[in-house]
């Protein structure tokens, strides 16, 4: 099945910082979506992205599907941003499921 | 905006009984799905349900595990004899599968097995 790595694993930023995020898939996707974990443990749906560029706010992504990988951008990181940021991809092998990768858990401190 | 709600939002149960995770996912959706995820770990794939039938199950998904929809708003989760290790939160998703249409998940259930 497809795979997904996430990296870094562990990032800590001072506020305002701003930071790159990264998810890589080792085949073609049909979707691909970025959620933070907030510390409630919910899943709040970022970005639906299986190509190009999304904006919202201080956040946005990018993914390039032919060469495999998205890129999540952090802008001017607030401490509300803390939490753990996932990758999740759907191959094309039509299984209507999102695999998730292993997260990238974020840390701002004030 | 329309949301996939689960109820409850915490479940502590004892080892060898039977719980039941509740889900109403967003009503014009056909797609539903269950994730689990075991505290510090990934969100690992559970299964799929469409069409009054499971699509697709992982590993995880065995014997003890049932899905069910048993009305026209309501996706279950039954675990029929919970161990400690199934001690996770369990999410549910549903999506109507139309083109550029995200998984939408639900806040998820804590469910502690004693």
């Known amino acids: 099945g497809i795979q997904v790595e996430q990296s870094p694993p562990d990032l800590i930023l001072q506020e305002g910082a701003n930071s790159t995020l990264r998810c890589n898939f080792s085949d073609s996707v049909n979707n691909l979506q970025w959620f933070h974990q907030n510390p409630w443990g919910q899943l709040i749906n970022l970005f639906y992205i299986p190509s190009g560029t999304k904006q919202n706010g201080r956040l946005s992504a990018t993914t390039v599907a032919t060469e495999r990988y998205s890129l999540l951008y952090i802008s001017s990181s607030q401490t509300t941003d803390s939490g753990v940021y996932f990758c999740a991809v759907e191959g094309m092998d039509s299984s209507y499921k999102l695999i998730f990768g292993s997260g990238t858990r974020l840390l701002v401190r004030p | 905006e329309p949301e996939v709600t689960q109820t409850p939002s915490h479940q502590v149960t004892q080892m060898g009984q039977e719980v039941i995770l509740r889900c109403v996912p967003i009503s014009n959706h056909l797609y539903f799905y269950w994730y689990r995820q075991i505290l510090g770990q990934k969100v690992e794939f559970l299964v799929s349900?469409?069409?009054?039938?499971?699509?697709?199950k992982s590993e995880i998904f065995d014997d003890q595990f049932s899905v069910e929809r048993p009305d026209g708003s309501n996706f279950t989760l039954k675990i029929r004899s919970t161990k400690l290790e199934d001690s996770a939160m369990y999410f549910c998703?549903?999506?109507?599968?139309?083109?550029?249409?995200?998984?939408?998940f639900g806040n998820g259930t804590r469910l502690t097995v004693t």
């Open positions: 349900f469409y069409n009054n039938e499971i699509s697709e």
């Open positions: 998703a549903s999506s109507d599968r139309s083109e550029n249409s995200p998984l939408h």
